[in-house]
């Protein structure tokens, strides 16, 4: 089976730096996504890492461990606008069956 | 880039009926398709992956003969929920893979459809 965890809630301060964390179980582990999701809207694609290390992309960065289960998304220089759900989701392949399965997501709020 | 569309974007209907949800793929192929459930304030709930030409594989837990799936093309997935009732009251989400982009680790998300069952 899967198990994802990360923190429910999380809030943070504008232009501040705020870092998700999130640990994972999993059969068929390959490859942890973070997405961004504003309330009512379909997730957006933030993240992909499959490989350990740091994964930088403009103010957002991801970091895989895997080894340790653990995976973090980095936000620097935070906007009002950033204020989201964010999913850490793993793609599973056991069984043959390739699909992507989220954890329960965290919500960040940004405060002026 | 890969658009996935969704339609109807919400909907309303009387409990008892039965409600279809559409899934495209715009400018790619898909042979696989996803059904996603979201309760509010809750994560998505993968509800069973649809693939092109053959039957639905169901996540555990999920009703096949009441979320019947059909992805009669490379472009279309649908879900039809049977005999609505309020607790099925829902966002819907699905995502689609790009068949032609080789090994790709990307889903494409739809805009989702909100289903009220009064």
């Known amino acids: 089976g899967q198990n994802i965890d990360q923190p429910t809630e999380m809030t943070a301060t504008e232009g501040a730096i705020v870092q998700i964390n999130c640990t994972y179980q999993?059969?068929?582990?390959?490859?942890l996504f973070w997405y961004q999701q504003h309330a009512g809207e379909a997730p957006t694609f933030l993240s992909y890492?499959?490989?350990?290390g740091l994964e930088e992309k403009g103010r957002f960065s991801s970091f895989l461990s895997r080894s340790k289960g653990y995976s973090y998304l980095l936000l620097k220089e935070l906007q009002m606008k950033d204020s989201a759900s964010y999913l850490c989701?793993?793609?599973?392949?056991?069984?043959?069956?390739?699909?992507?399965?989220f954890g329960k997501g965290t919500r960040l709020h940004i405060l002026p | 880039g890969a658009v996935v569309s969704q339609h109807p974007s919400w909907v309303i209907c009387k409990s008892g009926t039965s409600v279809k949800i559409e899934c495209r793929s715009l400018?790619?192929?898909?042979?696989?398709m996803f059904w996603y459930r979201q309760f509010p304030k809750q994560s998505l709930m993968l509800m069973a992956t649809?693939?092109?030409?053959?039957?639905?594989?169901?996540e555990q837990g999920v009703e096949k003969d009441k979320f019947l799936i059909n992805h009669a093309s490379l472009t279309l997935s649908t879900l039809t929920v049977t005999s609505a009732h309020p607790e099925d009251s829902s966002f819907y989400i699905c995502?689609?893979?790009?068949?032609?982009?080789?090994?790709?680790?990307?889903?494409?998300f739809g805009p989702g459809t909100r289903l009220t069952v009064t």
């Open positions: 999993t059969s068929g582990f390959n490859g």
């Open positions: 989701a793993v793609r599973d392949n056991m069984n043959r069956d390739d699909k992507i399965i």
């Open positions: 649809s693939n092109e030409g053959s039957k639905a594989t169901y």
């Open positions: 890492n499959v490989l350990d």
């Open positions: 995502s689609a893979r790009d068949l032609l982009a080789g090994v790709t680790y990307e889903q494409y």
């Open positions: 400018d790619f192929q898909a042979t696989t």
